[in-house]
């Protein structure tokens, strides 16, 4: 029986999905703090962790990296807001500008990849298996995961880099130029990918600035940082607003998703947007000036 409401997160390497819990407001604060910091290591540990437990089922799933960042963009999609807004600066005025992004629409670009484990077979008795990068964040190469030889298969997933040099070392000069080629190909399918694109309003005739999707650097990592970074002293100011000024009780408010907060924010603001044109309304037929409504502060 489920007593939450949870949602369901496509994973690639599957070819399934699976269900995930609600990402709460106490946790994005953390989120947050992090990112004020510059706090990489932090902000990749927790990431890292509610991939994990997030899951409403309590088997550990192995995810490669691709897999990571579908989870992470699907609960930025149900939990904080399909649609929102990135800040870029223009090349060659240095002035911001705000350009729309949804989030679901990344999401079918990448999901559709289909990367498995690579098979490089260098003849009928020896072969490697390599993966693709598992860890959310870092400039990884695929791992040597199984090694076949004269058809005895090796487990090395546990070996150390060291080991891994010495085996290498001592295979056929064959092997590196067919994992050469095997990576290109996947560089290429996964570079095809163009997830987000803007161009600047500063500039007449100007042309796209697109971002290519990659599996093996942090440039993906770093744009779903950017996707996350809102002003955490607003944020502060929304907690205290919605606790004194409207009497929300601060354990609810820290137990509910960051998207239902911004829905309590705007039916507060179109409510006192009415009541203040309604006391307009009013004040035409009578002497005096009106006292206006204070709003909530914007966290959005």
Same mark, same amino acid.
């Given at each position: 029986m489920i007593s939450n409401f949870s949602y369901e997160v496509y994973i690639p390497s599957l070819g399934d999905n699976i269900r995930y819990n609600e990402l709460d407001n106490r946790t994005?604060?953390?989120?947050?703090?992090f990112l004020r910091n510059n706090d990489d290591v932090g902000l990749e540990l927790l990431l890292e962790d509610l991939i994990t437990t997030l899951q409403v089922s309590g088997d550990k799933i192995k995810m490669s990296r691709l897999d990571k960042y579908c989870v992470v963009l699907t609960i930025i999609?149900?939990?904080i807001g399909n649609d929102l807004q990135f800040t870029v600066t223009c090349n060659q005025t240095q002035k911001e500008y705000n350009v729309d992004i949804r989030i679901g629409d990344i999401i079918s670009k990448i999901n559709e990849l289909k990367l498995?484990?690579?098979?490089?077979?260098?003849?009928?008795?020896?072969?490697?298996?390599?993966?693709?990068?598992?860890s959310i964040r870092g400039n990884d190469v695929n791992v040597i995961d199984k090694i076949k030889l %004269?058809?005895?298969? /090796? $487990?090395? =997933?546990?070996?150390?880099?060291?080991?891994i040099d010495q085996i290498i070392e001592h295979m056929p000069y064959?092997?590196?130029?067919?994992?050469?080629?095997?990576?290109?190909?996947?560089?290429?399918?996964t570079n095809n990918i163009v997830y987000f694109k803007h161009r600047t309003p500063y500039v007449v005739d100007s042309t796209y600035t697109?971002? %290519?999707?990659?599996? /093996? $650097?942090? =440039?993906?990592?770093?744009?779903?940082?950017?996707?996350?970074?809102?002003d955490l002293l607003g944020y502060y100011k929304m907690y205290y607003a919605l606790t004194t000024k409207f009497k929300f009780d601060m354990n609810y408010i820290q137990s509910i998703t960051p998207a239902e907060t911004k829905m309590y924010l705007s039916m507060i603001r179109e409510d006192i947007k009415q009541r203040q044109e309604a006391i307009e309304q009013s004040s035409?037929?009578?002497?005096?000036?009106?006292?206006?409504?204070?709003?909530?502060p914007d966290a959005s």
């Open positions: 994005y604060l953390n989120m947050l703090k999609m149900v939990c498995t484990d690579i098979n490089i077979k260098l003849d009928d008795s020896n072969s490697i298996t390599v993966s693709i990068p598992a %004269n058809n005895r298969e /090796y $487990d090395v =997933s546990q070996a150390t880099d060291k080991q064959n092997v590196f130029t067919r994992m050469r080629d095997t990576f290109a190909d996947i560089h290429k399918q697109s971002y %290519n999707f990659n599996l /093996y $650097d942090d =440039s993906f990592y770093n744009f779903i940082k950017s996707l996350l970074r809102e035409k037929s009578k002497p005096g000036a009106s006292i206006p409504l204070s709003m909530p």
